[in-house]
C-alpha cells in the first residue's frame, strides 16, 4: 500500500513545470533554513526535496540523452558513471 501511494505521488510529480518550480524554490530554502518545530516546517522540507529532486532527474535525463546523441546508441547508465553534483 506505502509502495502504491508513493508512485501515485511520483506520477503527480512528474506533471509538475520545472521551471514553475525552481521559481518556488527559494521560497521553500528559506523556510527550510527557518527552523520552527512545526508541520508547516516539516511540509516545507518536503517540498523543497521534491523540488530539487525533479530537477536532478531531469538533469540526470538531459546529460544521458546527450550522451546517448553523442555516441550513436549511447551507453547504459552502468557503462559511464553520472557526476552529480551538489544543488544549493
Known amino acids: 500500500m506505502l509502495e502504491k501511494a508513493l508512485d501515485r505521488i511520483a506520477k ?9 518550480l525552481r521559481q518556488l524554490r527559494q521560497k521553500y530554502m528559506e523556510r527550510v533554513l527557518n527552523f520552527e518545530p512545526t508541520k508547516e516546517w516539516e511540509k516545507g522540507v518536503i517540498i523543497y526535496f521534491i523540488i530539487n529532486g525533479v530537477i536532478a532527474k531531469n538533469h540526470l535525463f538531459n546529460q544521458n540523452v546527450l550522451a546517448r546523441n553523442r555516441e550513436g546508441k549511447g551507453l ?3 557503462e559511464k558513471p553520472i557526476h552529480l553534483r551538489l544543488i544549493k
Do not use: G, M, R, W
Request: overall charge negative; aromatic content about 0%.
Open 12 to 20: 503527480q510529480i512528474l506533471h509538475l513545470d520545472e521551471a514553475s
Open 76 to 78: 547504459s547508465p552502468k
